[in-house]
């Protein structure tokens, strides 16, 4: 007589859980995108992506990648000479720059002094406008396509130099344009070791 056995268990319940832990690591290897080990955090697998992707990053939560080169923007200007303001910058008000220390992305128009923002984000920017031998009070703003949008005022009626100085974050659109614009007194005398300063945080 024949006795046939049930399978036994322990296999039965061991051969899925084999082919999980195979399904799951894959075969050997399959790395993350661009040759790079993804990065288990939480759970989840973020992969590292290459460092100067040939298109804009997607944004989502995991389409993170590390960029360089086109993604640096950053900008700072000085005035480095006294002159006096010409027949435009009393027209416009706008305060202009002559010497560029650093353009990175060249969104900075030196001929206008003008930042225009590559893209959508949260820019900083500070500046410092000095008048010189002028006893009346100035107001110097940052301009955010025409609208003030940081203020500053310098009115010591007892220095023969002085400067309106302020810095904040600013939200910025793709286009977006700002400069720096007198609103009251002038600059008569020249602006000489003024500076205007500005760089992307971070886009959105």
């Not at 697998?45 to 290459?50: E, H, R, S």
Request: with cysteine.
């Amino acid at each position: 007589m024949v006795t046939l056995l049930p399978p036994f268990p322990a296999l039965t319940h061991a051969l899925p859980l084999l082919l999980l832990v195979v399904v799951q690591r894959g075969p050997p290897g399959v790395r993350g995108q661009n040759d790079t080990e993804p990065i288990v955090l939480e759970g989840k697998c973020l992969v590292v992506c290459d460092s100067t992707p040939a298109a804009e990053p997607s944004g989502g939560a995991l389409g993170m990648s590390v960029r360089s080169g086109s993604g640096r923007v950053a900008f700072s200007a000085v005035r480095n000479t006294n002159h006096e303001p010409s027949e435009m910058s009393n027209r416009t008000m706008t305060i202009y720059f002559d010497q560029i220390l650093v353009n990175m992305g060249s969104h900075f128009d030196p001929a206008r002094s003008i930042f225009v923002a590559p893209r959508k984000g949260v820019y900083s920017f500070s500046f410092h406008v000095v008048k010189v031998y002028n006893r009346q009070t100035i107001q110097v703003s940052l301009v955010l396509n025409g609208w003030p949008v940081l203020s500053a005022f310098a009115g010591d009626q007892d220095v023969t130099r002085e400067a309106a100085t302020n810095a904040g974050l600013v939200l910025m659109e793709r286009g977006d344009k700002t400069s720096l614009k007198l609103e009251r007194g002038n600059l008569m005398g020249g602006w000489k070791y003024s500076t205007f300063s500005g760089f992307l945080v971070f886009p959105l």
